[in-house]
């Protein structure tokens, strides 16, 4: 009754050890899934930055370009925009490309550096936490400590007894085996006991 009783609670520490790694294990990928989906949302805010950024610059021109149509005279409006809304249409176009291969450039830059400086200061905190891990460790097991289950005084008397018992048990059977040896080896040899 008693042995079935400590292999329940055996059982249940080990069960509830699993499910509290399980717990852990489930909590740290679940941080690291939130850590990427914030750098997700970090890249979208840029990007939608740079798209804000080049449709800006795009109405500009526009801007620019429709007071300097504006100002020219009726002659030189029919002439100057046919040739100026090709190459302003076409330098908008490879302007636009070019910003635009620029800032994701300059994007994928600030990426790599943010990146890298993500992880410098993922290390520093590894290293922070190496520091104080022996506080931390004596801690935690302080804290596992008060979840085992002590046996009764009475049962580690119980327990002391027995082994103790076959203690005795063995070291008279040895005791007993050795004389016996001994007894049959003076036997052949011709010595006398002593």
């Not at 079935?4 to 609670?9: L, P, T, V, Y």
């Not at 790694?21 to 979208?44: F, G, H, P, V, W």
């Not at 979840?147 to 327990?159: L, T």
Request: net charge positive; proline share 1%.
């Amino acid at each position: 009754m008693a042995k079935s009783k400590s292999n329940k609670s055996k059982k249940t520490n080990t069960s509830n050890a699993k499910n509290i790694k399980a717990l852990i294990a489930q909590n740290k990928m679940i941080e690291n899934q939130n850590a990427e989906r914030q750098e997700q949302e970090e890249e979208r805010k840029k990007a939608r930055q740079a798209q804000k950024e080049a449709k800006e610059q795009a109405t500009t021109v526009e801007d620019t370009t429709e007071e300097v149509v504006a100002t020219a005279t009726a002659d030189e409006v029919i002439v100057d925009e046919t040739v100026a809304s090709k190459d302003t249409v076409a330098e908008n176009k490879s302007d636009k490309k070019t910003e635009q291969e620029d800032k994701s450039k300059d994007a994928n830059s600030k990426d790599a550096k943010s990146k890298k400086d993500d992880k410098k200061a993922k290390n520093k905190k590894k290293d922070k936490k190496e520091r104080r891990g022996l506080g931390k460790r004596i801690k935690d097991s302080a804290s596992e400590l008060k979840k085992v289950s002590w046996p009764s005084f009475k049962q580690v008397v119980k327990k002391t007894g027995v082994v103790l018992a076959v203690v005795i048990f063995f070291a008279i059977a040895l005791f007993a085996f050795d004389f016996l040896l001994s007894l049959i080896y003076n036997l052949f040899t011709g010595n006398d006991i002593v």
